[in-house]
Structure formats: C-alpha cells, structure tokens
C-alpha cells in the first residue's frame, strides 16, 4: 500500500510561491504514476500534474503550464508540486495521488485512475 501524506500548503498572496510536498515511503515500488489534484467545495477534484515514476516524464493542466513544476526524490521517499506565480484561482485543497498504472495509460487527470490519496493540504491565494 501506498499511503500519500501531503505538507506545505498554506496562505500566500497572489503572485507568491508554495512549495507542497508528498511523502510517500516505497511509493517507487508499487506505483507508476504519481500526481496532484486539487479541489474547491462543489466542484470535481481536478488533476493538476502528473509524474511518471520510472523515467520522469511529467504532464501539467493547461492553467498551471509554466507556474507550477512537479518533481520526485525516489531517495527521499517524496514528489513535490513548487507553485509559482499563484493567483486566487489556485485556492483549493491540493491532494496526493498515486497510480498503479502508467499516467498514460489511462487518464491522468482522471481521479479514477489513483488507487490511493492522501488526506490533503489547504492552498488560500489572496489578491
């Protein structure tokens, strides 16, 4: 089992940066997609980016290309969302996401496609 555990949200003002982190011990070893998701009360939970475990390849939504960067740290056990330039759109609860199988071999903005989340990390963009 994979068991996500999200830190680093927090307040920001427009234009700042957050850097969110997942820790997730052995994930490298179970799963082939790692991703965030984020979501605002009422609305689906929306994928945000995407990482493949094995060769790094990474996939972001149209609205966060450019500003937001996802990463992993197989060693450390983490994969990690650095988000630059937020705006107040960005608000919204941002969760972990692990996938048994590869981001593209289904659909990674899908939250059907993760098998296992973590309990999530509030992001507040103020303008």
């Known amino acids: 089992q994979v068991r996500p555990v999200e830190s680093g949200g927090g307040p920001v003002q427009a234009g700042g940066s957050l850097r969110l982190s997942c820790e997730a011990p052995?994930?490298?070893?179970?799963?082939?997609?790692m991703a965030w998701f984020r979501q605002i009360p009422g609305k689906e939970r929306e994928g945000v980016a995407s990482?493949?475990?094995?060769?790094?390849?990474?996939y972001y939504v149209d609205s966060v290309k450019g500003r937001f960067t996802i990463s992993q740290d197989s060693a450390e056990n983490t994969v990690t969302l650095q988000m630059n330039n937020l705006q107040p759109e960005d608000t919204a609860t941002y969760y972990c996401?692990?996938?048994?199988?590869?981001?593209?071999?289904?659909?990674?903005?899908?939250?059907?496609?993760?098998?296992?989340w973590g309990q999530g990390t509030q992001v507040s963009v103020s303008s």
């Open positions: 996401a692990a996938a048994v199988g590869e981001c593209l071999a289904g659909d990674w903005k899908s939250k059907s496609w993760y098998h296992y």
């Open positions: 052995g994930y490298y070893t179970i799963v082939n997609c």
């Open positions: 990482i493949s475990v094995d060769n790094g390849d990474t």
